[in-house]
């Protein structure tokens, strides 16, 4: 989200300074699935399309090789459970209501289509979208497209406080020392609440963090994106209460078998939902629970060795979209986009600029406004 603001802001003339606290794509903007779907909720579509637009433009003419697919390969979603078959039908319908096209397979067709699936699934459908990119080879390049139009791009400098001067904000205090600034875009992931209330601000943004593991795969074993569903939902985690963090067993993470094969034949098997109340991982055992789901769906998984296994945290929001608007003069948010980050990064970058600079909005924001949670 940094490095896109960066990006979009420096090319409209504004003199910038990104200030990261490790290395660029660091965290989960380069550990996570790397798929990228345009949004099927209404007012995300126009920000996800805005990202699509933007990749292209910045991957055209970067000199950082960025794996991305120019056309969709194809987003497969299969259920293994009857429940999971209602679950998908719902899903299926609410993206042809936004206007993506969907085909229903039998079994012929999925064994055509996808011949490493397994035999027993309850129900599937071919979706015209979806595209694989190198999330971290992406965040590198906007950052990179920022610093060739003049941006001040640091990296390992942690921004420790904001400044103000009465009520408006006036720049960051950083490891290297203050930063005097026009406007601080508050693009900092799961970290942004922490900051944000040595200002007095409650930003309702908590982190959840999410497992990949990577195989060794064979090329063309997987062709399409998958998603399966299995219809047992699962409820939102919210922090505990002090006696329930002491007397509480930990939940087990939230696991979903999401499958696709990369540019360079691993196999990316996600996804996991735990809430983060630490740096280190408490959910050890997501991954094995990643791989039994993965195997579930496409047997031909269980022989292959494992190639690694990353985590990030995602800054996640109460009601799943993100946080983008003022939140006091000086201080815009531009954070809370759950796992969809890489899908909304570019037209996250295109409104935050707009409303640093004044300028009409490219989009209805007002699905984003920080405080319509509350003061």
Known sequence: MGAACAYELSRRGSSVVLVEREELAAGASGRNQGWFVLSDDPPLRPMSAGSLAMYREVIE?????????????????????????????????ERQAAGTHAEHLDEAAVRDVEPALS?????????????????GALTVALALAARANGADVRTHCTARDVMQDGARVTGVVTDDGVLHADAVVLAAGPWSSPLARKGGIA????????????????????????????????ARETAPTAAELGDAPPRDPGVSALLHQAHDDAIVCGASHHLALRPEAEDVDAPARIARRAVRVVPALA?????????????????????????????????????????LAGG????????????????????????RFGA
């Open 61 to 93: 003419g970067s000199d950082v090789p960025v794996r991305f697919d120019p056309d969709p390969v194809g987003h497969l979603m299969v259920a293994t459970t009857t429940a999971g078959a209602e679950a998908v039908r719902s899903r299926v319908a």
């Open 119 to 135: 035999p027993d699934l309850a129900d599937a459908w071919l979706l015209e979208q979806g595209r694989r990119i190198d999330p």
């Open 203 to 234: 930003l309702p943004v908590s982190g959840a963090r999410g497992w990949i593991v990577e195989l060794d795969g064979t090329p063309g074993l997987l062709r399409h994106l998958i998603e399966e569903e299995d219809g047992d939902g699962g």
């Open 303 to 343: 022989p292959l060795r494992v190639r690694g296994i990353r985590w990030g945290i995602r800054p996640m929001s109460p009601d799943d979209r993100p946080l983008v608007g003022w939140l006091r003069d000086g201080l815009l948010a531009a954070t809370g986009h759950g796992p969809e980050g890489v899908l």
């Open 348 to 371: 996250t970058a295109q409104l935050a600029a707009a409303m640093v600079l004044g300028e009409p909005h490219p989009f209805d924001a007002a699905a984003f406004d920080p405080f």
